[in-house]
């Protein structure tokens, strides 16, 4: 989607903390979330976080969510090759998801 | 919980014929669930939302009498895509949304379709 925004390509060595950052345009968005792909598979559903919250975190995972600047990312803690993957970000706005573009997030050793 | 299959996960066809793919939810209620298209190493495109038991909605653009989309239960719906061409060969991807505070949309593992 045009108005959901990320960089394309992110690299990081095993055992570091991953980065992925997105930012949206519509200031009425409810939820955003966190999808993974991996190769020739559908959408894995990581996490989401509500519009009102700052910050989300879940086992490896931290969402953080600026709504001033409608910036969202999402960390990953102790990267792992099986990290390697496709990661969409999406805002909902009515009951609509629109993505950006993904961030291929390669692991190396 | 919250898994959807879709089937088949790959299909070839000759150009010219119809070609079904179904999305089911198979351990919760979908009152809605959406299609959507990818392009190779690009985002998701919305192509319609399906209410169970009430007409499809299309996005801008899609014809809607070249991708017909049934959603006969809470939940099953299928997307047929007719006289089907090379272009649009694609890997069409289905969610269904429960009806939760969150509204979340589970995705199921996508189609490939092949057009020849």
């Known amino acids: 989607g045009e108005d959901v925004e990320q960089s394309l390509f992110l690299s990081v060595r095993e055992g570091d903390s991953s980065v992925i950052n997105c930012t949206y345009t519509d200031s009425s968005s409810t939820y955003l979330y966190w999808y993974k792909q991996e190769p020739g598979a559908g959408l894995q559903l990581l996490t989401y976080?509500?519009?009102?919250?700052d910050m989300k975190q879940d086992q490896r995972l931290t969402v953080l969510l600026n709504k001033k600047d409608k910036h969202l990312s999402l960390r990953i803690a102790d990267t792992q090759t099986g990290d390697s993957a496709i990661y969409f970000c999406?805002?909902?706005?009515?009951?609509?998801?629109?993505f950006g573009a993904g961030t291929t997030v390669t692991v190396r050793a | 919980g919250a898994v959807v299959s879709q089937h088949p996960s790959w299909v070839i066809c000759k150009s010219g014929t119809s070609v079904k793919i179904e999305c089911r939810s198979l351990d919760f209620q979908a009152t809605t669930m959406f299609w959507y298209r990818q392009f190779p190493k690009q985002s998701l495109m919305l192509m319609a939302t399906s209410n169970e038991g009430s007409k499809a909605t299309y996005e801008q653009g899609v014809e809607k009498d070249k991708f017909l989309i049934n959603h006969a239960s809470l939940t099953l719906s299928t997307l047929t895509v007719t006289s089907a061409h090379p272009e649009d060969s694609s890997f069409y991807i289905c969610?269904?949304?429960?009806?939760?505070?969150?509204?979340?949309?589970?995705f199921g593992p996508g189609t490939r379709l092949t057009v020849l």
């Open positions: 976080i509500f519009s009102n919250m």
């Open positions: 969610s269904a949304q429960t009806s939760s505070n969150t509204d979340t949309q589970y």
């Open positions: 999406a805002e909902r706005t009515d009951y609509k998801l629109s």
